[in-house]
C-alpha cells in the first residue's frame, strides 16, 4: 500500500543555512508527489509538486525537491532558510495518479529557524 | 484565490453529543475531502466527496458521516461524540486541471 515516511520529526536550522527535509515513499508504480506547508494556525498549502518528468521540481518561495526512484525518496530543499519559513511540513503520495486521488500524507516535520 | 471556509474554528462538545462540523467553498470544485490531524500521524483522510449528493469513505471513516448536499457545502457528522474523536479537523477541496488540494483553517474539536 502507498505511504509516506516523514523520518525526522523536528528539524532545527540557523537562518540562511540551507535546509533539507526528508521524505520516503512507499508506491508500486510512478508516484506523484507533493510538499504542503502548514505555517502556525492555519491549514494547509500546496509547496510543490512532481509528476513523471525532470525529477527536480521548483516549488514557491525557493523550496525545491528532487525524486528518486531508486532511493524511493522525494526530499525538500532550500539553499537560504529565512525565519518565515518557521512552519510544518507535509509530504504526500496520490494513489491515484493525481492529486484528486486520495492523498497520503506523512507525520510532517516541524520545522524551528534560530537566529 | 480558491477559498474554503470552515465553522467552528473551535468547538467543545459533550462524550454522546452530536457535532456538525460545516464546510463551504466556493470554488467550483467537484471535490471535497475531511481529514483530521494528529500529533504523530499527519492528516488522516475520514470521508471525501466527487460531487454534490455523493459521500465516499476514507481510511478512517468509524464514527463520522459525511453529507454533501450542494457543490458549496460538505459536512462531517459525529452522532455520538467520543474522546478520542479529539482533534483537528481539516476541510479541503479539490481543483481538478491545477491539482491541487485547498484547505481551510481547521476546526479544534475537544471531547469531554
Known amino acids: 500500500a502507498q505511504s509516506v515516511t516523514q523520518p525526522d520529526a523536528r528539524v532545527t536550522v540557523s537562518e540562511g543555512a540551507s535546509l533539507q527535509l526528508r521524505c520516503k515513499y512507499s508506491?508500486?508504480?510512478?508516484?506523484?508527489l507533493f510538499w504542503y506547508v502548514q505555517y502556525p494556525r492555519q491549514g494547509l498549502q500546496l509547496l510543490l509538486k512532481?509528476?513523471?518528468?525532470?525529477?527536480v521540481v521548483q516549488g514557491v518561495n525557493g523550496f525545491e525537491a528532487e525524486f528518486s526512484k531508486s532511493n524511493s525518496s522525494f526530499h525538500l530543499r532550500k539553499a537560504s532558510v529565512h525565519w518565515s519559513d518557521w512552519a510544518v511540513y507535509f509530504c504526500?503520495?496520490?494513489?491515484?495518479?493525481?492529486?484528486?486521488?486520495?492523498?497520503?500524507f506523512g507525520a510532517g516535520t516541524q520545522l524551528i529557524v534560530i537566529p | 484565490e480558491a477559498a474554503v471556509t470552515q465553522s467552528p474554528r473551535n468547538k467543545v462538545a459533550v462524550t454522546g453529543g452530536k457535532v456538525t462540523l460545516s464546510c463551504n467553498q466556493t470554488?467550483?470544485?467537484?471535490?471535497m475531502y475531511w481529514y483530521r490531524q494528529d500529533t504523530g500521524h499527519g492528516l488522516r483522510l475520514i470521508h471525501y466527496?466527487?460531487?454534490?449528493?455523493?459521500?465516499e469513505k476514507g481510511d478512517i471513516p468509524d464514527g463520522y458521516k459525511a453529507s454533501r448536499p450542494s457543490q458549496e457545502n460538505f459536512s462531517l457528522i459525529l452522532e455520538l461524540a467520543t474522546p478520542s474523536q479529539t482533534s483537528v479537523y481539516f476541510c479541503?477541496?479539490?481543483?481538478?486541471?491545477?491539482?491541487?488540494?485547498?484547505f481551510g483553517a481547521g476546526t479544534r474539536l475537544s471531547v469531554l
Open positions: 479541503a477541496s479539490g481543483d481538478f486541471f491545477q491539482n491541487t488540494l485547498y
Open positions: 508506491y508500486f508504480g510512478t508516484p506523484y
Open positions: 512532481y509528476y513523471p518528468g525532470d525529477p
Open positions: 504526500a503520495v496520490s494513489d491515484r495518479g493525481s492529486a484528486l486521488g486520495r492523498l497520503h
Open positions: 470554488n467550483n470544485h467537484n471535490n
Open positions: 466527496s466527487y460531487g454534490a449528493g455523493s459521500t
